[in-house]
């Protein structure tokens, strides 16, 4: 930005001075402060002088980053590719912040009335004292800048200021691990009697009393927004309500830790239109007097719990756009929740969001007349029945969710009139033989995610001439306990812009179009077509093959094979099809980003786990059991170094368990049963101190001394199977460092000696400690404790120790699992 001046003024040798001095105590790797040259500091970037007389007036050198990255990354990350983009974000940031120390030569522009410094980095520097002495200042933007400490009560001397924000990073956990700044008395805030916004987000109140900032605030009577989010505010002080805040439009309390009823009190701020009060722990019921907030348009109560009765609207709830009662404990029909709109003659409300509360009933028909709705989030209640014909009312509407309810009947033809609908989620409904036709997807233009899941068997049909072109171009299409076989559907082979796709149990067969992978390959980051009947060679997914022989000869995996590249590709699942042949050696080639590769249960799957797997440096989960994978488990696992789950049972390989494995220090699940391995446990097993699941049962060959480190190093287990080995010796006393353990299996082994009395601290066998999370990746569901079976006599004598002591541990194994 280059500051407005007056051709017949330049600033002044005094500002000019005071502004190359500042400069000079910053670091600006950007070169965002390049045009700081020559005598006219009016015309360097972020300076605005005043038109006549030529006296700075504004600096402006917040950090718009780059376009390609948004700020709002701070607040949360990409789950598909968080180490690529959470890297991204950091080195983008530190090339485009302002570095260093900010120079008192300030004071010399007497003037300023405006000053922004945001999104930089003063790396946990104290925000300047001086500040509270640049009078003229009425706009004071510092936020997201890392300064920490105590805000300097020298802030309070500035009576000019309308405009003050001082917001830091309250998520720490996804993004830099920066100090916030702190109060300790918000006294000085009354000094500010001109302010008309106030936000800090992120400062750290507890050391404050509530009457303390309370009283201060409720001094401001200009103030119009007041953002108070992730203040660890945990209480009000009931004698201190915002009684003078009557000109309040905005206040955000969200992401505190209060702990009460909602506060009568709010009911006195009767201009305001904005109130967020989200992930807090408010309770009870929403105050009676709420009715008195007649200019009310965007009330979000998510994350609390709140509910229990029919809410309390607004008098004239028809101006609400934005209500948001996610996350509560509403617990009413739905139809009459809904008949508190009914007075409306024009309905405003443009996003409605119930989800995660106890909403009972059918959907009434009485959704079509809330015709400016935008996004309608019912997940996660007691609904049931069909979808109401005057849902194609809502030709608005962009987002709908319905998911994770027992919704049972019909969805009506009139679905399709939502022309302006972008994403659909119908997950684990109860529907039943649903026949979905071209009619219900005719005029959906704009959609682009589209989602059925149910919980019965082909829930929907999808009836669909094989000529239809659907108007529309999906980017996420997930269809899981659908029939849309068996053929792979001419319309699927339509939609070349998908990025994300689930086909799980569709009733597809065959092969996959050859043409479709090649359209979508490059910008697809999930590709799941589990538990169908796809017969075809795994090489036709990676490689690209001679057409002419596109099936006979797929399995020669020429020298010169030409793999198909997936560059973004995140999430592989096949599990469960018809897939035969080796996995190609180019797979590294086609999926240099591939987090995770399930090609389980295909059982046709034969020859040696290729090298190029083994240098897929984002792999965190590999499954590939029950296949005929043959060959030597090498050991050059050294580059796997983010893998959490390693699933390869029931397979031919054979060989030592790899040492290097022990190198992927987030390993939390290994799974080798049912091969063909010999040796002992390798040591550098103990340096995954995360591992909740071991099952190495089955492989027969395994022998050695039952390892002492895992009572010491690998205390997490959940799950710990080594039947049907050979291992000899006793069981270590630090065994009894293992307080989570839920599975215990050694049968078939070569074990002899008495069990350590300390086993009593086995407690989670005793008390069915925790949840199944961890106990593979597929949970089990049997518990037990097997030490002993009928071949095997070797510790006979210690059980009747064990079964008075332990009683509830001695399950015997019915199946194998």
């Not at 070169?31 to 360097?44: D, F, I, M, P």
């Not at 509560?328 to 009459?336: A, D, I, P, R, T």
């Not at 989620?425 to 036709?437: F, G, L, M, P």
């Amino acid at each position: 930005m280059v500051g407005a001046y007056s051709s017949n003024s330049n600033c002044s040798s005094i500002e000019r001075e005071a502004l190359i001095s500042f400069k000079q105590g910053l670091l600006d790797p950007s070169a965002r402060l390049s045009s700081w040259v020559g005598h006219n500091c009016c015309q360097w970037h972020g300076i605005t002088c005043d038109l006549v007389s030529g006296k700075v007036t504004k600096i402006d050198l917040h950090n718009s980053l780059s376009s390609t990255i948004s700020p709002t990354f701070m607040y949360g990350w990409n789950v598909l590719q968080p180490w690529k983009v959470y890297k991204d974000f950091v080195q983008e940031f530190q090339k485009t912040c302002l570095w260093g120390k900010i120079s008192s030569s300030l004071l010399e522009l007497k003037h300023l009335n405006s000053l922004d410094l945001s999104l930089n980095n003063f790396e946990g520097a104290p925000i300047p004292y001086f500040f509270g002495m640049l009078a003229s200042l009425r706009y004071l933007n510092l936020s997201f800048a890392n300064f920490s400490g105590q805000i300097p009560i020298y802030l309070g001397n500035l009576s000019n200021l309308n405009y003050l924000d001082l917001s830091t990073n309250w998520n720490q956990e996804y993004f830099f691990k920066w100090n916030n700044l702190h109060v300790e008395n918000l006294q000085w805030i009354s000094g500010l009697s001109s302010l008309q916004y106030l936000n800090l987000g992120g400062v750290n109140f507890s050391r404050v009393q509530a009457s303390n900032w309370m009283h201060a605030v409720n001094g401001l009577s200009s103030l119009l927004e007041l953002h108070l989010s992730h203040c660890d505010i945990s209480s009000f002080d009931t004698s201190a309500a915002f009684l003078n805040l009557t000109s309040l439009r905005v206040l955000d309390l969200s992401r505190n830790w209060i702990n009460s009823s909602i506060p009568l009190w709010l009911s006195n701020l009767t201009s305001i239109s904005t109130l967020y009060l989200r992930y807090n722990y408010f309770r009870g019921i929403m105050p009676h007097d709420f009715v008195k907030l007649k200019n009310l348009q965007h009330l979000d109560l998510s994350f609390n719990f709140v509910g229990d009765h029919p809410p309390s609207f607004p008098k004239n709830p028809c101006k609400l756009r934005l209500l948001n009662l996610a996350v509560n404990s509403f617990q009413v029909k739905l139809e009459e929740f809904m008949d508190s709109f009914s007075n409306c003659t024009r309905n405003s409300l443009e996003s409605l969001d119930l989800s995660r509360n106890r909403f009972v009933g059918e959907i009434p028909n009485s959704l079509g007349t809330f015709e400016n709705l935008r996004t309608l989030n019912l997940f996660g209640n007691q609904l049931w029945g069909s979808l109401p014909n005057s849902i194609g009312n809502l030709i608005l509407l962009k987002y709908l969710d319905i998911s994770y309810n027992s919704l049972n009947g019909t969805i009506p033809l009139s679905f399709g009139q939502l022309s302006n609908l972008v994403e659909f989620r119908n997950y684990q409904n109860s529907w039943k033989n649903i026949t979905i036709t071209e009619t219900h997807l005719v005029n959906l233009t704009k959609l682009e995610m589209f989602t059925f899941k149910t919980k019965n068997k082909q829930g929907f049909v999808f009836n669909i001439s094989c000529d239809w072109i659907p108007p529309f171009k999906l980017k996420v299409l997930y269809l899981e306990n659908c029939l849309i076989g068996p053929q792979f559907p001419i319309w699927l082979q339509t939609q070349t812009q998908l990025v994300d796709i689930t086909l799980t149990d569709v009733g597809i067969s065959g092969s996959i179009p050859y043409e479709w992978i090649s359209n979508i390959c490059s910008q697809v980051t999930t590709l799941d077509l589990s538990n169908n009947l796809l017969n075809m060679s795994l090489s036709d997914i990676f490689i690209i093959s001679d057409q002419t022989n596109f099936v006979g000869e797929s399995q020669k995996l020429l020298n010169d094979s030409i793999p198909i590249l997936y560059p973004n590709l995140i999430y592989l699942n096949l599990r469960n099809n018809k897939l035969w042949g080796p996995i190609p050696s180019t797979i590294n080639d086609s999926m240099p980003n591939l987090f995770e590769l399930d090609l389980s249960k295909n059982y046709l799957i034969n020859g040696a786990i290729p090298s190029s797997i083994k240098i897929m440096n984002h792999l965190g989960i590999l499954l590939m059991s029950d296949n005929q994978l043959s060959g030597e488990l090498s050991d050059d696992w050294s580059k796997l170094k983010s893998l959490l789950v390693i699933d390869l049972a029931n397979n031919n390989l054979y060989g030592k368990i790899p040492a290097t494995i022990g190198l992927s220090t987030s390993l939390n699940i290994l799974k080798l049963r049912n091969n063909n391995l010999h040796g002992e446990i390798p040591e550098s097993l103990q340096t995954c101190s995360l591992l909740t699941s071991i099952d190495l049962s089955g492989n027969r060959f395994l022998n050695g001394n039952l390892p002492s480190w895992i009572g010491e190093a690998v205390s997490e287990l959940r799950l710990l199977n080594l039947r049907s080995n050979n291992f000899s010796g006793t069981i270590p006393r630090q065994w009894c460092n293992l307080p989570f353990l839920r599975i215990l299996d050694l049968s078939n082994n070569r074990l002899s000696g008495e069990l350590p009395n300390c086993l009593y601290n086995w407690t989670a066998l005793v008390k069915g400690y925790g949840d199944t999370i961890g106990l593979g990746y597929y949970h089990d569901r049997i518990f037990y404790f097997r030490v002993v079976d009928r071949v095997n006599y070797n510790i006979l004598q210690t059980i009747a120790f064990l079964t008075i002591g332990l009683r509830r541990m001695i399950i015997w194994r019915r199946r194998s699992y």
